[in-house]
Nanobody
Framework: VQLQASGGGPVQPGGSLRLSCRASGSISSILHMGWYRQAPGKQRESVAT???????SYVDAVKGRFTIDRDNAKNTLYLQMNSLKPEDTAVYYC???????????????WGQGTQVTVSS
């Protein structure tokens, strides 16, 4: 199983970015997915999560600015980030709690991270 994140980059304050994360491999079922971020010198924090039935949750700092979504047919997770602020600068990681055709047990998997830099 691999989670491939993309879409990060430099952006000016107030700008937008859309992150994508595609899960590939012998996946039979994905329960919840999420985006996490880690800024320099800080711990990794949860940004947004989404369950298999589409229920979402957000950290207060991004509510009203970020939107998490998923395409179950494509095993792909998205994060639309609007009105970006310098404090959103971090490496963003995707996460998926899933099961493969090989094992009946659900396990968590992380993507490799994509850098988002908000600066003028």
């Amino acid at each position: 199983v691999q989670l491939q994140a993309s879409g990060g980059g430099p952006v000016q304050p107030g700008g937008s970015l859309r992150l994508s994360c595609r899960a590939s491999g012998s996946i039979s079922s994905i329960l919840h997915m999420g985006w996490y971020r880690q800024a320099p010198g800080k711990q990794r924090e949860s940004v947004a999560t989404i369950t298999d039935d589409g229920t979402t949750s957000y950290v207060d700092a991004v509510k009203g600015r970020f939107t998490i979504d998923r395409d179950n047919a494509k095993n792909t997770l998205y994060l639309q980030m609007n009105s970006l602020k310098p404090e959103d600068t971090a490496v963003y990681y995707c996460y998926a709690y899933l099961r493969t055709y090989v094992s009946s047990v659900y396990n968590g998997y992380w993507g490799q991270g994509t850098q988002v830099t908000v600066s003028s």
